[in-house]
Nanobody, 116 residues
């Protein structure tokens, strides 16, 4: 399976963006989908995750209450709605498929720039 992430862009602080991550096909080995980000000069960090089965969501404390991860199984797509964006949210955002008995799959990054 291949992942295509898109939807990044430039926005002012307080604004919103929605990222999308489309999988090339459905894949029963995918247990959950996650979003990660890597800011300038920083290590990659986990942002949010949604399970494939029950749709349970998890968030990093830094985005809780501002970001929402969701999925559309019919479209094999996961979304990250980002509201109340802050300059510190500036990063390249990546999606990842956490797979059972297979190597995890990463999508290419999409750049989000938040200006103050």
């Amino acid at each position: 399976v291949q992942l295509q992430a898109y939807g990044g862009g430039s926005v002012q602080a307080g604004g919103s963006l929605r990222l999308s991550c489309a999988a090339s096909r459905s894949d029963a080995t995918i247990a959950s989908m996650g979003w990660y980000r890597q800011g300038p000069g920083k290590e990659r960090e986990w942002v949010a995750r949604i399970t494939t089965g029950g749709g349970t969501t998890y968030y990093a404390d830094s985005v809780k209450g501002r970001f929402t991860i969701s999925r559309d199984n019919a479209k094999n797509t996961v979304y990250l709605q980002m509201n109340s964006l802050k300059p510190e949210d500036t990063a390249v955002y990546y999606c990842k498929a956490n797979r059972i008995s297979r190597p995890d799959t990463w999508g290419q990054g999409t750049l989000v720039t938040v200006s103050s």
